[in-house]
C-alpha cells in the first residue's frame, strides 16, 4: 500500500572546524584494468567493479576473486555491496536493479523500476531494511523506498524544494541514515522514516564516502573529513591526482582513475 513520508525540519547545522591538519596516504597496492571503472567496497575491503561488460571482485591484497560477464545488463552505473551475499547493481539505461551472490553469480530477481512509476531514475541506494532499496527519480524528483512487491512503497514526491536542494546526484543509506548529495556543495541526511535529520554546506566535491560518524569529500586533491554528528571539520587528506575515490572501510582508501585502481592508507 502507498505510504507517505513526512519529512520534519528537526535543524539546519552550522559547520565548526576542530582541525586543519592534512594527512599523506601511501600507496597498499594498485591495480591496471580494462577500462574507467564503477566499484564500491563491502565491509570486508573486497572491491565490486564494474570494467567495460564485466563485473569483478578484488580481495583486499587487489587479487582477483571472480569475474563475469554482464553484457545483457547494459551499463551498471551504481554498484552496493552492503550484502555481499546480495550486491545490488543498477542499470541507468535499463532503469532496472540486479543482484548478484558472493560469486559474482546472477540472481534471478529483477526489479524493473517501471513497475514503480519512475522512468527516470539517476540513483539508487541499498538500505539495511529487508529486502527494500532507495530509488531517485530526477522527474519531478521523486524519491521512493521499494520492495519485491511493486504495491509497497513509500514515496517523497518534490523533494528538492521540500530539502531545499538545487540538485540531487546521488543517494546513499549508510546506518539507517540516507545521505542526499548535491554535488554543488549541499548534503541532507534523512532517517529511515524520511525525516529530516541535519543539512551541510560546503564547497563543491565530486565524490563522497560516508560511515556512521564521517563524511570524506572530495574536492580536487582534498578529501575534507567531516564529523556530521558533531558538525566538525576534522581534518584534510591530500589524495591522488586525477583519481576518484570509491570508498573506505578502516583506515584504507580506495580510488580509481583511468584503467586504475588503488588502495592507500594513511602514511607513518
Known amino acids: 500500500m502507498y505510504k507517505s513520508l513526512f519529512l520534519i525540519f528537526t535543524f539546519l547545522s552550522t559547520i565548526s572546524v576542530f582541525s586543519q591538519d592534512t594527512l599523506e596516504l601511501s600507496l597498499v597496492w594498485e591495480k591496471s584494468l580494462k577500462s574507467n571503472l564503477i566499484g564500491c567496497v563491502d565491509e570486508q575491503q573486497n572491491t565490486i567493479l564494474f570494467d567495460g561488460s564485466e563485473i569483478l571482485k578484488l ?38 536493479i540486479n543482484f548478484v551472490d558472493n560469486s559474482l553469480t546472477l540472481q534471478n530477481e529483477v526489479i524493473d523500476l517501471s513497475a514503480f512509476d519512475v522512468n527516470n531514475v539517476i540513483s539508487t541506494s541499498g538500505s539495511d531494511q529487508m529486502d527494500k532499496c532507495w530509488v531517485y527519480n530526477q522527474d519531478n524528483s521523486i524519491l521512493k523506498l521499494i520492495g519485491k512487491n511493486e ?8 523533494l528538492k524544494k521540500l530539502v531545499n536542494l538545487n540538485s540531487i546526484d546521488k543517494i546513499k543509506e549508510v546506518n539507517s541514515i ?8 549541499k548534503i541532507v541526511l534523512l532517517d529511515m522514516y524520511g525525516n529530516l535529520k541535519s543539512q551541510f554546506d560546503f564547497n563543491p566535491f565530486t565524490s563522497a564516502s560516508m560511515d556512521q560518524s564521517m563524511i570524506y569529500l572530495q574536492q580536487d586533491q582534498t ?14 587528506i591530500k589524495t591522488p ?19 586504475k585502481i588503488s588502495k592507500f592508507t594513511f602514511s607513518n
Not at 151 to 158: G, R
Not at 246 to 259: A, L
Open 59 to 96: 580481495n583486499p591484497q587487489g587479487d582477483l576473486l571472480f569475474h563475469q560477464s554482464i553484457k545483457s545488463l547494459g551499463i551498471i552505473k551504481e554498484i552496493d555491496a552492503r550484502n555481499p551475499f546480495k550486491v545490488l547493481l543498477f542499470s541507468e539505461n535499463q532503469q532496472s
Open 151 to 158: 504495491q509497497q512503497f513509500q514515496s517523497i514526491s518534490n
Open 178 to 185: 540516507l545521505f542526499l548529495l548535491d554535488f554543488s556543495g
Open 223 to 236: 578529501l575534507l573529513i567531516f564529523n556530521h554528528i558533531k558538525n566538525q571539520v576534522v581534518g584534510y
Open 241 to 259: 591526482s586525477n583519481a576518484t575515490m570509491i570508498g573506505k572501510k578502516g583506515d584504507f582508501f580506495f580510488f580509481t582513475e583511468k584503467n
